[in-house]
């Protein structure tokens, strides 16, 4: 005959509850989203930075509270490893969104720049990675030159102006009427480079626009100068082919596309290099960084 066991009699084990958030560890994840907030510092230059990425990747809990702090702050965290750090993007509605509107003003009192600081902007990413496979190899590094943008964008302008006689658009609007100019037109008419009387680029001039993006997207922790020729030369940083990555899809790029100057259809490369004739000339000693 069995014996009869009352479930009171029964020892069920308690799960063990979660260990308490502390302050200290509140203060780390807060500290760890600060180091991310620095595209300049590199973790393995910064003892404390390497440890708090350790600890994010070896303790799930800790991971999560990061990703809340940064999540608080209105950020997205694109990936956190020793190559790229903490490496984070502001959300549309982030205090530490920079939108193109806001970029363009510090840059030129002239509110038609918003187009071209923004076609700018997209033709250093289509042109720092101009292939897919680009994209996505972690080990690829891109490099554009000043020069090279602004022949690779008037090179497009060309193609956009053919293509709008071809359907027939009006190609000369009302003088006016600055809004119904597309900015292809606008760049196209724009000097290239234009001097002071100390012979330095103008700032509203083509390449003194791309030299600001470049400029910026420097200082942002995204490109790192590597010289002087073709005016200014730039290789890409890990951080932002996963800036690109993300702009793909997000309101940022959703932003720039609604200029309506570039086109994206499958993710190919939307500015292309010139087919083989004498029509399309571009600038000497452009640089420009194509792919066979």
Known sequence: MSEHVEWSDVEVPTPSA????????????????AFGLQPKLQPARDQEYAELLRRYREDPPFARLADA???????????VSPRTGMAVTAAEDSVFAVRMGDYARRT????????LHGLAHLAVAAMAFPRPEDLADD?????????????????ACRRL????????ENTDPATDAPGLEAAWRIWARRSAAGATKDARRLAGSTTGIVGKAAAFLTDSGFLQRTGDDNGGTYR????YQLQVRDMAGSAAMAELLDLGVVPVTDGTPTL???????????AAEAGLPFHS
Request: glycine residues 12%.
């Open 18 to 33: 979660p260990a308490a958030v502390t302050p200290a560890d509140a203060a780390d994840a807060a500290r760890l989203v």
């Open 108 to 115: 030129s009192a002239d509110g038609g720049d918003r187009f």
């Open 272 to 282: 292309l290099p010139a087919e083989d004739g004498d029509d399309l000339e571009l």
């Open 236 to 239: 890409t940083t890990a951080r």
């Open 161 to 168: 102006e053919e293509r709008a006689e071809e359907v027939g």
């Open 139 to 155: 080990g690829y590094i891109g490099r554009v030159s000043v020069n090279g943008v602004d022949a690779f964008v008037r090179q």
């Open 69 to 79: 702090v940064a999540a608080g702050l209105g950020l997205v965290v694109l990936e």
